[in-house]
């Protein structure tokens, strides 16, 4: 117990303290207010996009524009809807991404070009946009000439859309919630791949995977070394065209070598119900009707892109989907195990909030 001190000396004692921790108080503010938490600087990040730039984003990302529907319907999937500020013209048709971003200021697109007025208008953050075709990188240069945050993302495989989606929760803050989705397709995919992988090779089906989407010229555009190429031998079957062509991207092909190759299963792809049909209708011809798939009923449509429900092979987590689907129409004995439903469900509750 201390003794000896009167009234007069505590009150000037408890003035003092009072201003120690006033001081105190102040500085703690400016330490905080000039970048610093915890002891630990803050401030930008740097990140490295898929086009191995190092891209500098604010330490938190509040406003950003998203030039492609499948990054947006990601960006969306992991909970940072509100994040997206502007977007550009392919957003607007998908069946996949809340109204409430569809409607958002359009700033162009990547092949007509960017309304870059209307971007400073937005005043981002930062820019989400595919590279490597179109005016890609006229666009990211023109952006990065006005200090803009440009990140950039491709796929072409199904690890490039894990990737580009823990790049865009890392970019959006929303790491866990990116990380969470990706686990998922992780291992719904591997159980799909395992199960191809058992299949033994006399007992893999030769499946012709294309479009007739300029079948008016008498040709067929057959996937070759692409996204929905790979889906074909990731469960299971022999792509025909992957065979022949190699390392070719798309092929044309006329109905001659189709007939020389005479598949087992042809998937059909197509970006809308009505031009599907259609494509399917024109294998009734007397030409198609020689091949063994449409002899035998193997012939399937499946639905690509976002401008209608239950378009499932797109880069997004619908893929899913799409690939299930494929791998029980190519081998339906092999993957009676997966369950399509089950898979949707997860998708819509925990993601998407939306009937897919």
């Known amino acids: 117990m ?35 938490i915890g002891g630990v600087p803050s401030g930008p990040v740097s990140i490295t996009d898929m086009n191995g730039r190092t891209v500098q984003l604010p330490e938190t990302v509040e406003r950003a524009i998203i030039l492609n529907s499948y990054w947006t319907e990601i960006a969306c999937a992991i909970g940072t809807a509100d994040k997206i500020v502007g977007v550009s013209k392919d957003v607007a048709p998908s069946a996949f991404i809340p109204d409430s971003v569809r409607n958002l200021t359009n700033v162009g697109s990547l092949f007509a070009g960017i309304n870059m007025e209307a971007v ?57 919630k990116a990380q969470e989705l990706v686990s998922f397709m992780t291992t719904t995919h591997s159980s799909i791949t395992s199960i191809a992988n058992s299949i033994p090779a006399e007992a893999k089906p030769e499946v012709l995977i294309c479009d007739m989407s300029v079948w008016g010229q008498g040709l067929v555009y057959t996937y070759v070394n692409t996204s ?9 079957g022999i792509n025909v065209a992957i065979e022949e062509f190699g390392n070719s991207s798309w092929v044309k092909i006329n109905i001659e070598k189709v007939l020389a190759w005479d598949p087992d299963t042809i998937v059909m792809l197509g970006r809308e119900n009505a031009t599907l049909t259609s494509q399917l209708d024109s294998l009734n011809s007397t030409v198609w ?68």
């Open 120 to 176: 400073i208008a937005l005043d981002p953050d930062v820019v989400i946009m595919d590279f490597g075709y179109g005016k890609t990188t006229e666009i990211v240069q023109s952006l990065e000439n006005l200090n803009i945050s440009v990140v950039c993302l491709f796929a072409s495989s199904f690890q490039d859309l894990l990737n580009a989606t823990l790049l865009i929760g890392k970019t959006l803050g929303a790491e866990q």
């Open 2 to 36: 201390v003794t000896g001190l009167n009234k007069r000396a505590l009150t000037k004692i408890q003035a003092a303290v009072i201003l120690v921790l006033i001081a105190a108080s102040t500085a703690a503010a400016a330490y905080v207010a000039s970048g610093h």
């Open 289 to 356: 009707g020689q091949l063994t798939a449409v002899k035998e009923g193997r012939v399937y449509g499946v639905l690509i892109g976002a401008k209608e429900k239950g378009c499932y092979l797109d880069w997004t987590p619908r893929v899913l989907i799409g690939e299930s689907i494929v791998a029980k129409l190519v081998y339906p004995t092999y993957f009676s195990s997966i369950d399509v439903s089950a898979i949707k469900d997860t998708l819509t509750s925990e993601y998407y909030n939306m009937t897919l």
């Open 228 to 236: 929905w190429g790979q889906i074909i031998v990731d469960v299971g």
